[in-house]
């Protein structure tokens, strides 16, 4: 089983950074791929950003990609997300995920609790 705990997220002006990190305990982190996704509220939750187990694979939404980059550090069994030019309608609680590499929720087994983004205009 692997447990996440997200971290890094607070309240930023428009096109300031953050990072985002999340931890993963167990060995077992290093074998699964990882994903963030963010909820706002009341909207649906939504695929941010993914990442495969070696790195070497990447994906993102269509309304982050340029600006958000994902990466992961399997020696420290952490993943981060460097958030860059946001913007207001990037608002939401982020969530760290470890599953398969893919686009969908279901894919993922394991969830952080998640780490609230507040983006003012």
């Known amino acids: 089983q692997v447990q996440l705990v997200e971290s890094g997220g607070g309240l930023v002006q428009a096109g300031g950074s953050l990072r985002l990190s999340c931890a993963g305990s167990?060995?077992?982190?290093?074998?699964?791929?990882m994903g963030w996704f963010r909820q706002a509220p009341g909207k649906e939750r939504e695929f941010v950003a993914t990442?495969?187990?070696?790195?070497?694979?990447?994906d993102y939404s269509d309304s982050v990609k340029g600006r958000f980059t994902i990466s992961r550090d399997n020696a420290k069994g952490t993943v981060y997300l460097q958030m860059n030019s946001l913007k207001p309608e990037d608002t939401a609680v982020y969530f760290c995920?470890?599953?398969?590499?893919?686009?969908?929720?279901?894919?993922?087994?394991?969830w952080g609790q998640g780490t609230q983004v507040t983006v003012s205009s």
């Open positions: 995920a470890a599953g398969r590499v893919s686009r969908y929720s279901n894919d993922y087994l394991y």
């Open positions: 990442i495969s187990w070696s790195g070497n694979m990447v």
């Open positions: 167990g060995r077992t982190f290093r074998n699964y791929s």
